[in-house]
């Protein structure tokens, strides 16, 4: 359920960023920040850009089309073992298995798989076994079916072991096992994370971005324009201060920072509160690292779904 309404929310995107760029030429062509901004709110920003190398690899290289190969699939920026073996399988009907989770769920119910999952040898030898039973043809049939067997039947709670079509092979269900396998996955503890923020507005409701600017951009950020932010311990206010003097100048010395409404974000294992402080100024800060637009417009430019949370934040008011 989780997963659908996960769908829901980002189809469209997608189809905003696939009737901007349909086709690998036009992806390849587009300058960069015109994808990221397309891309804005489906999150994992580094797939765009790999997305993007990507396809200029396949216009620069393989004459616009996706390659047969799986080495030079596999060379393909963002491509790993498993888009390359879904793209394959799918669109050229090559003989590669999957392996997700849900396939790896399925075959560990199959086969009373114990212990995690994930763990590498545990998944190259579920990899093994997905390439063993793989259907030579039509393989990209084959694997779609057992992805969706895995999201729609062997789910991982209560699977529906009565109407599933593999139930007279499944070791797990002989074994009463079901709820057991797989393991749960060893998550890596949650991280607390403050991060101040400043909005800065001026008369005419104008803002500034920055890009790299500085702490966690890299994660939280995603290497997109963002608000001057630092993240904070003790006192955010002034650390906030303290970081927009070092950044910006003595332009931000005599700044009010006005304590806005704090909003939650999680990015993985980060929980992220998000302190965001009103910067009214007669005057915005300039520089070639600064960007000027107005707050309700940041769409225009790359901005992450963090960015998006701080801006509201202020339009709410
Ligand atoms: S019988 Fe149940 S546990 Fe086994 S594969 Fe089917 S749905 Fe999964």
Redesign the pocket.
């Known amino acids: 359920m989780l997963q659908q309404t996960r769908i829901a929310a980002v189809l469209p995107y997608y189809d905003r960023f696939l009737a901007a760029l349909p086709t690998v030429h036009a992806l390849a062509a587009a300058p960069q920040e015109q994808v990221l901004s397309l891309w804005s709110g489906l999150g994992y920003y580094s797939r765009a850009r790999n997305l993007q190398r990507a396809a200029q690899e396949i216009v620069a290289n393989h004459k616009g089309k996706f390659p047969r190969d799986l080495e030079a699939a596999l060379a393909l920026p963002g491509i790993g073992r498993y888009t390359a073996a879904a793209v394959l399988s799918i669109a050229y009907d090559a003989p590669f298995a999957v392996l997700d989770g849900n396939v790896a769920r399925?075959l560990a119910?199959?086969f009373a798989v114990h212990g995690d999952l994930r763990e590498p040898a545990r998944w190259r030898r579920l990899g093994e076994a997905a390439q063993n039973l793989l259907a030579q043809s039509p393989a990209g049939d084959w694997n779609q079916a057992v992805m969706e067997?895995g999201e729609t039947?062997?789910t991982p709670q209560t699977?529906?072991?009565a109407t599933?079509p593999?139930?007279q092979f499944?070791r797990?269900?002989a074994l009463r096992l079901?709820n057991e396998i797989p393991a749960p996955r060893r998550k890596r503890a949650p991280v607390k994370i403050k991060i101040a923020a400043a909005i800065f507005r001026d008369p005419r409701g104008r803002t500034i971005l920055l890009r790299d600017p500085g702490a966690h951009d890299h994660v939280l950020f995603s290497r997109m324009w963002q608000f001057p932010a630092v993240e904070v311990r003790r006192d955010p206010a002034a650390e906030l201060a303290k970081h927009l003097q070092d950044e910006l100048g003595p332009v931000a010395a005599s700044l009010i920072l006005e304590p806005l409404r704090p909003a939650k974000h999680t990015v993985t294992f980060r929980n992220i509160t998000l302190l965001p402080y009103l910067a009214r100024v007669s005057r915005l800060p300039k520089s070639v690292r600064i960007r000027v637009l107005p707050l309700d417009r940041l769409h225009q430019l790359p901005v992450s779904s963090a960015t998006r949370k701080l801006a509201a934040s202020v339009l709410s008011q």
Request: aromatic share 0%.
């Open positions: 399925v119910r199959l067997l039947v062997c699977p529906r072991c599933c593999v139930s499944c797990a269900r079901t």
